[in-house]
């Protein structure tokens, strides 16, 4: 079946140092790849997405990177701080509707 | 607009009973869908209704079931409950269909003793 395997389970940076996480997806048709950001006790929130028409994409210190052909994506945080401490979530989408498959999810934390 | 919110927040439950989630999507959203959030299995698809429709489903038991109404609300329902249901149950709504953003709401915590 469907399955997206998300890596490392737990990140642990240095203030104003770079985090990476990667995510590799199964299923071929799969053409949306969003990432959530959690914070303890709050809902997910999306911080970036990606189509599968695009092989990067970028928002201030936040980027994601795709290769379909290699069925994976990247999720890369620059000059991090404190406030990004939560858990991220990859996910690969269905072009079939608002279905999400979700990785495992990362635990990041920024260390001041 | 107001976000996406889910009622009731918190719910205890036994095991057998069954309970009735609620999921009223952010306004002129079409499509909701539903996960399960546990610590051991993360974030699950369980169903998407769109146009009161299921357009899609997971790979959970007949105990779980869902409908959408006409304003585009939405409920699901688990049947016969185990201890195993004990979760985060999260919706999220979004305007139609694929590669767009998903908005969650903030879940209903069910606990089933």
């Known amino acids: 079946g469907e399955n997206v395997e998300q890596h490392p389970s737990t990140l642990s940076v240095q203030e104003g140092d770079s985090a990476v996480i990667k995510c590799t997806y199964s299923d071929s048709a799969s053409n949306y790849f969003p990432w959530y950001k959690q914070e303890l006790g709050k809902r997910p929130q999306l911080i970036i997405d990606i189509r599968s028409n695009v092989g990067e994409k970028k928002d201030q210190r936040i980027a994601v990177t795709l290769n379909k052909t290699a069925k994976h994506f990247s999720l890369h945080i620059t000059e991090t701080q404190p406030e990004d401490s939560a858990v991220y979530f990859c996910?690969?989408?269905?072009?079939?509707?608002?279905?999400?498959?979700f990785g495992a999810g990362t635990i990041l934390r920024v260390k001041s | 607009k107001a976000g996406v919110t889910q009622t009731p927040r918190y719910l205890i439950k036994t095991r057998g009973q069954q309970v009735t989630l609620s999921c009223s999507p952010i306004?002129?959203?079409?499509?909701v869908s539903w996960y399960q959030q546990t610590p051991g299995q993360g974030l699950q698809f369980l169903f998407e209704?769109?146009?009161?429709?299921?357009?899609n489903k997971g790979n959970f038991p007949g105990r779980f079931s869902g409908r959408q109404f006409s304003n585009s609300r939405s409920e699901m329902n688990v049947s016969t409950l185990e201890l195993g249901d004990s979760a985060l149950y999260l919706c999220?709504?979004?305007?139609?269909?694929?590669?767009?953003?998903?908005?969650f709401g903030p879940g209903t915590r069910l606990t089933v003793l």
């Open positions: 996910a690969a989408g269905s072009p079939y509707g608002n279905k999400l498959v």
């Open positions: 999220a709504s979004s305007p139609s269909g694929g590669d767009v953003e998903q908005f």
């Open positions: 209704y769109f146009s009161e429709t299921q357009r």
């Open positions: 306004s002129g959203h079409r499509s």
